[in-house]
């Protein structure tokens, strides 16, 4: 079993940062890497980015090019989502999950999740 703890959601006015964190137990080193998805409500989940645990290879969705940074601090088996530029779309519960790799990321490759943590942006 992989054990994930999530923190740092909050409410930030629009063009605000937050930075979520994510700690994984050891196990999660024996897959792909780790990744973030959000929900918003009366929508599906979606992918928001990844990151590799060899090498810190990262890919993100089109939606937050540019305004957030994935990261896998190694020792502390953590990884970070810096989100900054918020827009009221960002809004959703931000779930961290471990899984295996693929060339278009979806919920479905990835077997461990967090109990999420809820993101507001308001106008």
């Known amino acids: 079993q992989v054990q994930l703890v999530e923190s740092g959601g909050g409410l930030v006015q629009a063009g605000g940062s937050l930075r979520l964190s994510c700690a994984a137990s050891e196990r999660a080193l024996t897959f792909y890497g780790m990744g973030w998805f959000r929900q918003a409500p009366g929508k599906e989940r979606e992918f928001v980015a990844r990151v590799s645990w060899n090498g810190g290879v990262t890919y993100y969705a089109d939606s937050v090019k540019g305004r957030f940074t994935i990261s896998i601090d190694f020792a502390k088996m953590t990884m970070y989502l810096q989100m900054s530029s918020l827009k009221p779309e960002d809004t959703g519960v931000y779930y961290c999950?471990?899984?295996?790799?693929?060339?278009?990321?979806?919920?479905?490759?990835?077997?461990?999740w967090g109990q999420g943590t809820q993101v507001t942006v308001s106008s």
């Open positions: 999950a471990v899984g295996k790799w693929s060339s278009v990321p979806t919920s479905a490759d990835y077997d461990y």
